[in-house]
């Protein structure tokens, strides 16, 4: 699954997956940004990375984690629901 990064937002900013999926987001603006966990079953934090650069999360455990890029919290934060 691939979540964009795209004009300081999150396209999808709202996604279900199964247990074992991978996440790809990867950044389309010329700014910084960062994947960082806020609360669920999997902690993460990507550090920041540019255009054209990823980073991917394997979820291994069912629950709603809740993320944000710290750089721009306001407008990008999203849910993924991983499910069995």
Not at 65 to 84: A, D, F, L, Q, S
């Amino acid at each position: 699954m691939r979540i964009k990064y795209h004009e300081i937002s999150i396209e999808p900013d709202t996604l279900k997956v199964k247990v074992g999926s991978t996440i790809e987001w990867v950044n389309e603006d010329p700014v910084q940004h960062n994947v960082t966990s806020a609360s669920g079953p999997l902690k993460f934090a990507s550090g920041n990375f540019g255009e054209g650069h990823t980073f991917k999360i394997k979820v291994t455990k069912p629950g709603v984690i809740h993320y944000r890029c710290t750089n721009h919290p306001v407008t990008m934060n999203g849910t993924i629901e991983v499910v069995e």
